[in-house]
């Protein structure tokens, strides 16, 4: 049952590395705005906006209010949309990329894309095409890898999504993860990302499918 006095359901984690460890890639300011501001208020407002609609959360995860996404406000969609796909972002990066992916994933990539090369080109086209703010998504749907985007802050698990999965990989495409260093040019952005994916992270999204 949900207490309001309970001020607190979601909390920011810190950062998985340090706020430069992806320098010279995604440069520290960014990583630290994007982080404690941008993600942090995304979880204030979820937390917020919960306590107002009056949602039961109690042993629910994220991925209840996702199903249900239709039934709920558009606060609650923004906002739990922007803890979830931020949490999942940061865990997929790191300073020590292996720069490719290994094992199941990566047969799984060549088997649907041709090779690493292809899905990457094919994957920077789709975040150069989403319109304004969004994310960029390799997910499995049905057994079948897939790339596609979504706006704003929505994501895959949403019933009320307009591209569905369970996403494997997300690149956040919103202005704000990489204005402050490449400006208008999301094009190197997303060429220069591949540099700082946790493809182990990745793969073990995979197998657990
Ligand atoms: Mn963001």
Redesign the pocket.
């Known amino acids: 049952m949900i207490n309001s006095t309970i001020s607190e359901v979601f909390k920011l984690e810190p950062l998985p590395y340090p706020a430069n460890a992806l320098e010279p890639f995604i440069d520290q300011k960014t990583m630290e705005i994007?982080h404690d501001k941008?993600h942090g208020s995304y979880i204030t407002n979820l937390n917020n906006a919960i306590v107002e609609s009056n949602i039961d959360m109690e042993g629910k995860t994220l991925l209840h209010l996702f199903k249900n996404m239709g039934k709920y406000s558009s606060a609650i969609r923004n906002n739990a949309g922007g803890h979830y796909n931020?949490d999942f972002f940061w865990k997929q990066l790191t300073p020590k990329s292996a720069k490719e992916p290994a094992g199941n994933l990566a047969a799984a990539i060549r088997k649907k894309f041709g090779s690493f090369d292809a899905f990457k080109m094919l994957f920077e086209k789709e975040g150069l095409l989403r319109f304004g703010s969004g994310w960029t998504w390799l997910v499995i749907d049905d057994g079948n890898l897939k790339i596609g985007s979504t706006p704003n802050q929505d994501n895959p698990l949403m019933d009320i999504a307009d591209f569905k999965g369970y996403p494997v990989l997300g690149i956040?495409v919103?202005e704000?993860?990489y204005y402050l260093k490449y400006q208008n040019r999301r094009a190197e952005y997303l060429s220069n990302i591949w540099n700082v994916i946790n493809w182990s992270v990745v793969e073990k999204r995979f197998d657990r499918y």
């Open positions: 994007h941008h931020h956040d919103w704000h993860a």
